[in-house]
């Protein structure tokens, strides 16, 4: 598995990777499927984007990452290949998240979870992200109440 900065041409494989897990549900608060041109725009090479990598083994992208922009602080998004979770491709690819946020002056990370995404909570709290806030009425689009845990990474 190699983990490398995310390029342009990744933005079909990325999109497709997200759009499974959206469809799969439960695991991000992204409801509508976005499309490589969205990706691109947001977690590649747009005015937004300050971090994105990708783990990538062959050609097939199995996660990627990427920090950016979102109501004045630096947000971290992270998707795997649902059936290659725990094998250590967060834990990769934050390495070089963490390396990049510091080249690009960043002073910390803000995640913004879903309180039912327990996978999620367990990865940001492995890698060392800490509680800051919570909102328990975060509600979908569809009128379900999720909530949302608000957790920040120092650098």
């Not at 598995?1 to 390029?7: G, K, S, T, Y």
């Not at 984007?49 to 971290?76: K, Y």
Request: hydrophobic content about 45%.
């Amino acid at each position: 598995m190699i983990i490398r900065r995310a390029e342009v041409k990744d933005g079909g494989q990325m999109a497709a990777l997200l759009n499974r897990i959206i469809a799969i549900g439960g695991t991000t608060a992204h409801e509508v499927a976005k499309s490589a041109a969205t990706v691109r725009r947001d977690y590649i090479d747009g005015p937004d984007c300050i971090t994105s990598v990708v783990a990538e083994e062959g050609d097939t992208i199995l996660g990627w990452q990427a920090i950016g922009w979102w109501q004045g602080d630096a947000h971290i998004g992270s998707f795997v290949d649902p059936e290659t979770h725990a094998k250590g491709i967060g834990a990769a690819m934050f390495a070089m998240t963490v390396d990049l946020a510091r080249q690009a002056g960043l002073a910390d990370i803000h995640a913004s979870i879903r309180a039912d995404n327990v996978p999620g909570l367990a990865y940001y709290a492995r890698i060392g992200f800490t509680d800051a806030s919570s909102d328990p009425g975060f509600a979908l689009s569809d009128g379900r109440v999720v909530g949302r845990v608000n957790r920040i990474y120092q650098l």
